[in-house]
């Protein structure tokens, strides 16, 4: 099975500032990889897909890039709403894996 | 709006079952995969299992092969998730999804809000 690895496992920012997450897959899975934020007591919700496409209604402070086994989550300036634990998922193979997350909180 | 909602959570012994269910609305449901994915108390997500538009295609995590059984039922826009042979480590919440295409499962979206399962004696 793909491992996907994520670091750091917390990330402390400041509002308005830049977060930046990777995302590392054990095998290439091209750019079938996406991105999702889970706020305390939601479900996930899906930021990014294709490594780089934002989602319906995804503000533009979102970007993703990479491709093969190396990935980043870009946030350019944290909103307070953007606190959260994120989540990066491959569909290239089966099973289709998730990283463990990393928690980007306030610094 | 596209919308999902589960149902069938509880406590549960180990050893027993239990069938979860997934009502789906504002979308044709019968254009898409769908899938479960879990997440124990504190943890990460896992997917499942997954289920093509038309049913005739399934997948299943290792963790629960031969235990739990995927299904729909397109003339309800239902979506099921037969558990048996439970175990103290499937208790999680457990997410249906919608995903983005027939087949295979790629990403999912949206998700429902989840229902707990809690697998203990």
């Known amino acids: 099975e793909v491992v996907m690895t994520q670091s750091p496992a917390t990330l402390s920012v400041s509002p308005g500032e830049r977060a930046t997450l990777s995302c590392r897959a054990s095998?290439?899975?091209?750019?079938?990889l996406a991105w999702y934020l889970q706020k305390p007591g939601q479900a996930p919700r899906l930021l990014i897909y294709?490594?780089?496409i934002r989602a319906t209604g995804i503000p533009a402070r979102f970007s993703g890039s990479g491709s093969g086994t190396e990935f980043t989550l870009t946030i350019s300036s944290l909103q307070s709403e953007d606190f959260a634990v994120y989540y990066c998922?491959?569909?290239?193979?089966?099973?289709?894996?998730f990283g463990q997350g990393t928690r980007v909180e306030i610094k | 709006e596209e919308q999902l909602l589960e149902s069938g959570g509880g406590l549960v012994q180990p050893g027993g079952s239990l069938r979860l269910s997934c009502a789906a609305s504002?979308?044709?449901?019968?254009?898409?995969?769908m899938s479960w994915v879990r997440q124990a108390p504190g943890k990460g997500l896992e997917w499942v299992s997954a289920?093509?538009?038309?049913?005739?295609?399934?997948y299943d995590a290792d963790s629960v092969k031969g235990r739990f059984t995927i299904s729909r039922d397109d003339s309800r826009n239902m979506l099921y998730l037969q558990m048996n042979s439970l175990r103290a480590e499937d208790t999680a919440v457990y997410y249906c999804?919608?995903?983005?295409?027939?087949?295979?499962?790629?990403?999912?979206?949206?998700w429902g809000p989840g229902t707990l399962v809690t697998v203990s004696s």
């Open positions: 999804a919608k995903d983005a295409g027939q087949w295979p499962s790629n990403w999912l979206d949206p």
């Open positions: 504002g979308f044709t449901f019968n254009n898409y995969a």
């Open positions: 289920i093509s538009n038309s049913g005739a295609k399934t």
């Open positions: 095998q290439g899975v091209n750019i079938n």
């Open positions: 294709g490594a780089s």
């Open positions: 998922q491959q569909y290239h193979d089966w099973p289709r894996t």
